[in-house]
């Protein structure tokens, strides 16, 4: 059974750091590209950050480049985000979501067959 699960959240204080994961199971991982989302209460769900199965092709959210980094570890079936100089507009419930394909729209969730069931960041003094 396909399964995504995300973790790595917490408290952060306003210029903190938290590295989130995505481990997957169940499928063949590196044919699937992976994005990293997220959705604020009251808000839309939004592309944070997405990667190409080979991990060489990355995407970042405007609202986000400079602060976090995406990378992949194929062998271990694990997606990473690294997110430094975090601020409180970044507090929300994290997912990461499998696509069998990847371009330049990969921070659109329509795209993206499977999700994980979210990890949350709050990030608060």
């Known amino acids: 059974q396909l399964q995504l699960v995300e973790s790595g959240g917490g408290l952060v204080q306003p210029g903190g750091s938290l590295r989130l994961s995505c481990a997957a199971s169940?499928?063949?991982?590196?044919?699937?590209?992976i994005g990293w989302f997220r959705q604020a209460p009251g808000k839309e769900r939004e592309g944070v950050s997405c990667?190409?199965?080979?991990?060489?092709?990355?995407k970042y959210a405007d609202s986000v480049k400079g602060r976090f980094t995406i990378s992949r570890d194929n062998a271990k079936n694990t997606v990473y985000l690294q997110m430094n100089s975090l601020k409180p507009e970044d507090t929300a419930l994290y997912y990461c979501?499998?696509?069998?394909?990847?371009?330049?729209?990969?921070?659109?969730?329509?795209?993206?067959?499977?999700w994980g069931q979210g990890t949350h960041v709050t990030v608060s003094s």
């Open positions: 979501a499998a696509a069998s394909t990847y371009g330049s729209a990969c921070l659109a969730p329509m795209l993206y067959n499977y």
């Open positions: 990667i190409n199965p080979g991990g060489r092709s990355t």
């Open positions: 169940g499928f063949s991982w590196d044919n699937y590209a």
